[in-house]
Structure formats: structure tokens, C-alpha cells
């Protein structure tokens, strides 16, 4: 069976960090491109990151930008999220994603249950 | 810039069919959009890929009551008899961007 899980959230001050973390099993984990995701309460979906197969093209919306940090590791089937200097807009559940990419198609297909990131003092 | 448009909301009757549609911004419509399914305090579902040909692939285990279509910059994503477990926020979404979501409401 293919799956995500998700793990590492929780309740941070305002400035201070988590490491999220994703381990995918079920498919190869080397071959796929994987992205963060997010929610914040109320809301709709957010592409957070993502990165390549190998680790050496990784992509941020904007407003994480210097602040997080996407890596992975294949030997582990891990995938990774560093969130540094948290602010109360962070706020919301991280969902790990597959990433499906074929020719100019660029989709995600599978998806993890998320975990919750709470900044607040 | 690549942007999908969705209507915030949508309802139908139980047993009827709905169609809910997801615009592609000028530029982009010949884009690939996949539709995922998010009911209420659950994560989100993938349910298929839909190419501007409507050429769709689902997901492992979507049922057949689900379909997708396309015209133009158009996607489509069709459910016919409405049960009302299909009540949920259904969001498209290609490379790194997501519509707004559509809020379907079964009646």
C-alpha cells in the first residue's frame, strides 16, 4: 500500500523552530519528486515546497523563503521539512505529497494525513 | 501567472449530479490539472488527473460515479449520484498551485 506519514508537529513560540518528517512507503521513493503542504485553519490548500529526486532542486512559496528548509533522505524513504523563526501565520496541518511529473504534467497523487503546527506564545 | 479559479460553493440533491468547474488562467490551457476530494476534518484525497483532451486517470478506488471533462481552460469534475458522503471542499490544482476550493453541499 502506498502511504505517507507525517510526524514532528506541535505547539512552538513565536521565533522558535520544528522539523517535520515524512516517510513514505508502498513505491520508490528515490523516483519522485515530494511537496509540503498546507492548511491553516479555515482555509485552503497551500503548496509550501518541493524537491527533485536527488535532492538538488528544491522550490518555496514565497513567505517561507529563508525560513524553511525542504531536504530528503532516499536511503531513509524520508522526507523533510526545517521550520525556523515561526511565525503565528505558519499556523495550520502540514500534508506531505507525492508528486507526480510527466512531460508538462505536474500533479500531486498521493497524500499523508498531515500533522499540526501551532505557533503561539 | 498560473491561476485556478473555482467557484467558492456548490449544492445538489442527494441522487442528482453536480458539475463543478475549475478555470485556468490565460496562458495555461493546455495545462494537466489533477481534482483532490476533502471531507470535513479529514486530509485531502486524490481523485484524478484530467488532461485538456479530458482524458482522466483516477485514483485507486474512486468509484465510477466520478468522472472529468475538459473544453478549453476549462476542467471539469462531474459526480453523479450524489450520496452524502460526497460532501466535502474539492480543490484542483497543477504544479505548485491549488484553486480556492469548491464547498459542495449535499442536499
Known amino acids: 500500500e502506498v502511504q505517507l506519514v507525517e510526524s514532528g508537529g506541535g505547539l512552538v513560540q513565536p521565533g522558535g523552530s520544528l522539523r517535520l518528517s515524512c516517510v513514505a512507503s508502498?513505491?520508490?521513493?528515490?523516483?519522485?519528486?515530494m511537496s509540503w503542504v498546507r492548511q491553516a485553519p479555515g482555509k485552503g490548500l497551500e503548496w509550501v515546497a518541493n524537491i527533485g529526486q536527488d535532492g538538488s532542486d528544491r522550490y518555496y512559496v514565497d513567505s517561507v523563503k529563508g525560513r524553511f528548509t525542504i531536504s530528503r533522505d532516499n536511503g531513509k524513504n524520508s522526507l523533510y521539512l526545517q521550520m525556523n523563526s515561526l511565525r503565528a501565520e505558519d499556523t495550520a496541518v502540514y500534508y506531505c505529497?507525492?508528486?507526480?511529473?510527466?512531460?508538462?504534467?505536474?500533479?500531486?497523487?498521493?497524500w499523508g494525513k498531515g500533522t499540526t503546527v501551532s505557533v503561539s506564545s | 501567472q498560473l491561476v485556478l479559479t473555482q467557484s467558492p460553493s456548490a449544492s445538489a440533491s442527494l441522487g442528482a449530479s453536480v458539475k463543478l468547474t475549475c478555470t485556468l488562467s490565460s496562458g495555461h490551457s493546455s495545462y494537466a490539472i489533477a481534482w483532490h476530494q476533502q471531507q470535513p476534518e479529514k486530509g485531502p484525497r486524490y481523485l484524478m488527473r484530467?488532461?485538456?483532451?479530458?482524458?482522466?486517470t483516477k485514483g485507486d478506488g474512486i468509484p465510477d460515479r466520478f468522472s472529468g471533462s475538459s473544453s478549453g481552460a476549462e476542467r471539469y469534475l462531474t459526480i453523479s449520484s450524489l450520496q452524502s458522503e460526497d460532501e466535502a471542499d474539492y480543490y484542483c490544482q497543477t504544479w505548485q498551485v491549488f484553486g480556492g476550493g469548491t464547498k459542495l453541499t449535499v442536499l
Open positions: 505529497a507525492r508528486d507526480q511529473t510527466e512531460a508538462v504534467d505536474h500533479y500531486m497523487d498521493v
Open positions: 508502498g513505491f520508490t521513493f528515490s523516483t519522485y519528486w
Open positions: 484530467l488532461k485538456s483532451d479530458g482524458s482522466h
